[in-house]
């Protein structure tokens, strides 16, 4: 009975008239910057941060979150009509997407994946409602040495799904981590890394560090590829799927909701993983693998299903715990300390309005993107024919003018410059740059808890050992790492990227 009492807290939470406006503006922003190729949901939200600072905290973490899952959907248009995915995590719906439209099925390929994705979303959302509050009251028995663990095992993980090689994802973690320690000692008060340049002794803007890795270098990356852009310029119609068409997919969006809600609990998993791994199963399964890559409806129905369930999930470990799953969970961890929310386990206990209300308004924008998206198509159509080299300039400045209005220094816009050449950079080198940010996130929080669980402990690092959870979350870090370096899986990494590419 407490389940559904949070529930209609929730709900009448993200049910007032603010809150349903400002999750419609974040499913609506999310889906036009999943259809237009170059940006992304992480750059888009870190763009929007200093928005925050006027809005309600509620108000502004709905809109957010609508941007995410929104750009979920959003994605799916362009891989489907132009063989470009908006969000990464569309990639695998662009290999037989793209071809079902190229059969005269385009219409009922979009309908299909928002199906998949508002069924995986409602499933994911009673899942979040679920198990977050028993999560919660875990998370509230940890200690200082636990948190350091916990953040320990993400880091691992996250080197562990990334794609490609294990030492370049080992490298941008570690990259990740030295760039958190610029700032101010936070026990010593001595400045660390700054170069002597005062404007950093607070450390490294997160969102110009962001929007530069995941913005600029995204941009740079798409210009590249203006000329190999092509929209499908048939009118799209037939959205009803035929009665063949539903029984063909109704097996593989319980597969794929069931990866996606799963997969999108683990620090750098989410939608991207989630998404690859469903098209990897659907083809196993089939008993006809022969057709994926040529237009095969399981091959957009699970994948997109996988990524909105992993979409939504991945707010499980940020309510409970405060830990990021994503890189996108990472900025909304900034949007909650911009609102001066502290994130963890006292969130649901101090602030269950909050808590709920994020919970509630994710089934309500889901529904409102089903509504809303397939009689909205011929819009985005339009839209996909409008020339990149028309759309980057803007793009680029509304990117400086977000980074400089958080705290009006101009040196935040040469850190944007500066990493958005080093994303670039990694990009062509093929490191992926999630774990980096993952690493910047948890860098000064894991440093923290390291050192205060030593305080606590007098010096005795085997605080670490000695406690538990702390062992426990420890050991499984540890076979985590073994696991990825073993010669079998090392090799199966590189093979996928290579695929993936």
Known sequence: MELFSNLALGFSTAGSIENLLFCLIGVLLGTLIGVLPGIGATATIAMLLPITFQLEPVSSLIMLAGIYYGAQYGGSTTAILINM??????????????????????????????????????????????????????????????????????????????????????????????????????????????????EYSDGLNFVAVAVGIFGIAEILRNLENESTRSVLMSKVSGLMPSREDFRAMIAPILRGTAVGSILGILPGGGAVLAAFASYTIEKKVSKHPEEFGHGAIAGVAGPESANN???????????????????????????????????????????????????ASMWIGNLMLVILNLPLIGLWVKLLTIPYYVLF?????????????????????????????????????????????????????????????????????????????????????????????LPAVKAKREVVFQEED
């Open 309 to 359: 369930a992993g979409a939504q999930t991945s707010f499980i470990p940020l309510l409970t715990l405060g830990i990021p799953a994503n890189p996108v969970m990472a900025l909304m961890i900034g949007a909650m300390i911009i609102q001066g929310i502290v994130p963890g386990p006292n969130v649901a206990t101090e602030q269950p309005a909050l808590f709920w209300g994020i919970i």
């Open 85 to 198: 995915p908006g969000e990464s995590s569309s990639a695998v719906t662009a290999i037989d997407g793209y071809q079902l439209a190229r059969k005269g099925k385009a219409g009922a390929a979009l309908a299909i994946a928002a199906i998949g994705s508002f069924f995986a979303g409602t499933v994911s959302t009673f899942l979040v409602a679920i198990f977050a509050p028993p999560l919660t009251e875990v998370a509230l028995k940890f200690g200082a040495a636990e948190y350091f663990s916990l953040m320990v095992v993400g880091l691992v993980s996250s080197i562990a799904l990334a794609h490609g090689s294990i030492i370049k994802a080992l490298a941008m973690v570690s990259l990740g981590l030295l760039l958190g320690l610029v700032g101010t000692d936070i026990y010593t008060g001595a400045p660390r890394f700054t170069l002597g340049i005062r």
């Open 393 to 485: 300039p803007i793009i680029m400045a509304f990117c400086s003018i977000g980074v400089y209005s958080v705290n009006s220094n101009v040196y935040d816009l040469y850190a944007v410059a500066f990493f958005g050449f080093i994303g670039y950079v990694l990009v062509k080198l093929r490191c992926e740059p999630a774990p980096l940010l993952l690493g910047f996130v948890l860098g000064p929080l894991l440093e923290e808890n390291l050192r205060r669980a030593m305080i606590l402990s007098r010096g005795d690092a085997t605080t670490f050992v000695t406690r538990p959870i702390s062992a426990g979350l420890l050991l499984i870090a540890a076979l985590v790492l073994v696991v990825v370096f």
